[in-house]
C-alpha cells in the first residue's frame, strides 16, 4: 500500500463531487473492492460497483461534498450529503480508500455509514451549501 497520488486523490474528489461515475470507476482497480459497514453489502469488481453507484448513490437529486481527512496515516474523506430540498450538506459516511502499490487504482473502498464517527475526526455534522 501506497499513499495516494495527489492528482488520484483530486480525481476522486472531483468524479464524486460532480456525479461522474465513469470517471470513478476509472480510478478503481479491476478487482476493486466496495463495503458500506454496518451494513452487509460488499461490491467486488469494476461492474459490480458501478452497478452500485449508479443505483445508490448517485441519484437525481442527491449532491455530495467531500472533505479530507486521515484515517490511521492514509487518505480519507467525510462524504455529505444534501438531497431535495436541505438547506445544507448532512454528515453521511466517513470514506477510506485504499490505493494499489502496483498501478495507484483504488483497490478498497469503505464507506463507514456512521456520521457519529465525524466528531473523532474533528469533521461539523452539518455543513453550509
Same mark, same amino acid.
Given at each position: /500500500? ?5 492528482? #488520484? ?9 460532480? @456525479?461522474?461515475? +465513469? ?10 473492492? &466496495?463495503?458500506?459497514?454496518?451494513? @452487509? ?13 449508479? #443505483? ?15 484515517? #490511521?496515516?492514509?487518505?480519507? &474523506? ?5 438531497? @431535495? ?11 477510506? +480508500?485504499? &490505493?494499489?502499490? /502496483?498501478? @495507484?487504482?483504488?483497490? /478498497? ?11 473523532? &475526526? ?8
Amino acid at each position: /500500500e501506497i499513499p495516494a497520488p495527489k492528482p #488520484n486523490l483530486d480525481q476522486f474528489v472531483n468524479a464524486w463531487e460532480s @456525479g461522474d461515475v +465513469p470517471s470513478l470507476i476509472d480510478l478503481l482497480h479491476e478487482k476493486a473492492t &466496495f463495503a458500506m459497514p454496518p451494513m @452487509g453489502v460488499w461490491y467486488e469488481g469494476r461492474g459490480s460497483i458501478q452497478r452500485a453507484a449508479q #443505483n445508490f448513490i448517485f441519484t437525481p437529486g442527491v449532491e455530495w461534498k467531500l472533505v479530507p481527512t486521515l484515517a #490511521n496515516g492514509r487518505p480519507a &474523506f467525510g462524504i455529505y450529503q444534501q438531497a @431535495g430540498d436541505a438547506k445544507s450538506y448532512q454528515a453521511f459516511c466517513l470514506f477510506l +480508500p485504499i &490505493f494499489s502499490t /502496483e498501478d @495507484g487504482k483504488i483497490r /478498497e473502498m469503505t464507506a463507514f455509514l456512521s456520521p457519529q464517527l465525524f466528531d473523532r &475526526f474533528d469533521l461539523p455534522g452539518i455543513m453550509p451549501l
